[in-house]
T-cell receptor, first 111, second 115 residues
Framework: NAGVTQTPKFRVLKTGQSMTLLCAQD?????MYWYRQDPGMGLRLIHY???????AKGEVPDGYNVSRLKKQNFLLGLESAAPSQTSVYFC??????????FGPGTRLTVT | AQSVTQPDIHITVSEGASLELRCNYS??????LFWYVQSPGQGLQLLLK??????LVQGIKGFEAEFKRSQSSFNLRKPSVHWSDAAEYFC?????????????FGKGTLLTVNP
């Protein structure tokens, strides 16, 4: 039981490049979340999903897209990366009404 | 909209001293409340949570927190801090409602433990 895993762990992009972050969970959780963490800002919710095939915007969705084609996977896409998207990205998953389990994070730098 | 305030950005305590980290929330009803800890370079680990019932909640690693509705607070406490407790601590609030909730996090309190 690996819990929540994130791929990749580190990535450096140039402005304008695109990439996809993968989150996978093996706990059969219905809900999945993407957060970004910036110094002095805590964690802010980007997008979330309450089930396969459904997604919704969180607090800071601009510049990101997500997809939940399979229950166990939640993808976060950056179509045209900007330096403001330099951050640490965390994925989480949960069952309805239960605590969220967090992945180890992906450190993204956009130059 | 819900919000969380952690008034202390950085706290330093001596090993063996007691600890209290403050958390105030804003929400129209009784929220779900959480404390998470993050060690350097790591993800977040849940210390404890409050959903309902007893307002004094026990968590892992000897931590406890008390929900005080009148003060809109959910302060985290530990009677004797260990060097391994040095980390960043996040308070979070979730809005009950059906079976779905989204967490709003505070900005965190960094704890330094002096030997």
């Amino acid at each position: 039981n690996a819990g929540v895993t994130q791929t990749p762990k580190f990535r450096v992009l140039k402005t304008g490049q695109s990439m996809t972050l993968l989150c996978a969970q093996d706990m059969n959780h219905e809900y999945m979340y993407w957060y970004r963490q910036d110094p002095g800002m805590g964690l802010r919710l980007i997008h979330y999903s309450v089930g396969e095939g459904t997604t919704a915007k969180g607090e800071v969705p601009d510049g990101y897209n997500v997809s939940r084609l399979k229950k166990q996977n939640f993808l976060l896409g950056l179509e045209s990366a900007a330096p403001s998207q330099t951050s640490v990205y965390f994925c989480a998953s949960s069952s309805p009404g239960q605590k969220q389990y967090f992945g180890p994070g992906t450190r993204l730098t956009v130059t | 909209a819900q919000s969380v305030t952690q008034p202390d950005i950085h706290i330093t305590v001596s090993e063996g001293a007691s600890l209290e980290l403050r958390c105030n929330y804003s929400y129209g009803a009784t929220p779900y409340l959480f404390w998470y800890v993050q060690s350097p370079g790591q993800g977040l680990q849940l210390l404890l949570k409050y959903f309902s019932g007893d307002t004094l909640v026990q968590g892992i690693k000897g931590f406890e927190a008390e929900f005080k509705r009148s003060q809109s607070s959910f302060n985290l406490r530990k009677p004797s801090v260990h060097w391994s407790d040095a980390a960043e601590y996040f308070c979070a609030v979730g809005a009950p409602g059906g079976s779905n909730y989204k967490l709003t996090f505070g900005k965190g309190t960094l704890l330094t433990v002096n030997p």
